[in-house]
């Protein structure tokens, strides 16, 4: 049996092709970045301390923007130091790393809109029962729900892809470590599994919209009190 090669570290792709238009990629990347947090950061401090705005509707609005501030600043910070720096190299722990969080992070913010839809139907179909269903302990579990539902979807898929080393290639053709150029780079057993593992979690993501009534309902009765926390 030869020699295997086991791959600690990644070379990602590069998007501009000479090292000027690194530079100017990773400055363009660096003022649209710092240019989002601003804006996201900016919104969650206006809501947490203007009064005015401690609603259901602006709760779940916060948490989104602060979902979406930790989004972007798993893969962008390492893509702006990689073009300003021209290295590709990321380790494994990184990538691991960055995958578990990008799903983390990607997946809450599907399930908080999923979240977010429902509230804007109750809003909208029943007014006049809105506060008694949408309570201050219901947007603490749903959005609690959320969270926890999206560490486990990226849990799940993460540990399934990196269950055993790589030996075919450490090439990720792109920018960042993401599911799918880290598949072709596995062993048929991964992708086999990660396959199956996708199927049965995205029949979960399609199934979950279609629970959040009755869930919704099972958490207004345990809870009485009006109004979410900022």
């Known amino acids: 049996m030869g020699n295997i090669t086991i791959f600690t570290e990644f070379l990602l792709m590069d998007i501009a092709s000479s090292r000027e238009l690194q530079v100017l990629q990773g400055l363009i990347f660096l003022v649209i970045y710092l240019g989002a947090i601003a804006g996201n950061l900016l919104t969650v401090t206006v809501i947490m301390t203007d009064s005015y705005l401690h609603s259901p509707m602006y709760f779940f ?6 979902l979406d501030f930790c ?7 390492k893509s702006i130091v990689n073009n300003l720096t021209g ?14 969080l990008y799903l983390f992070f ?3 913010e599907y399930f908080l809109l999923v979240v977010m839809s429902y509230d804007r139907y109750v809003a909208i179909c ?16 749903i959005s609690g729900g ?11 898929h993460t540990g399934t ?54 869930l919704l309902e099972a958490s207004s009765r345990l809870c009485s009190t009006p109004w979410c926390p900022p």
């Open 126 to 141: 029943h007014p006049l029962h809105y506060q008694l269903i949408i309570t201050r302990c219901v947007c603490t579990q």
């Open 71 to 77: 989004y972007i600043s798993v893969t962008v910070p």
């Open 161 to 214: 892809v990196f269950r055993l080393p790589f030996t075919k290639s450490n090439v990720i053709h792109q920018f960042f470590c993401d599911i799918p150029p880290i598949l072709s780079i596995s062993s048929k057993s991964v992708q086999l599994s990660e396959t199956v593992a996708l199927a049965y979690l995205d029949y979960l993501l399609i199934w979950a919209p279609s629970q959040m009534r009755r």
């Open 61 to 66: 609005i916060g948490n989104l923007s602060f």
């Open 146 to 156: 959320a969270w926890a539902s999206g560490l486990v979807y990226s849990a799940i």
């Open 87 to 100: 290295s590709k190299l990321i380790s494994l722990r990184e990538c691991v790393t960055q995958t578990f």
């Open 106 to 108: 990607g997946s809450t």
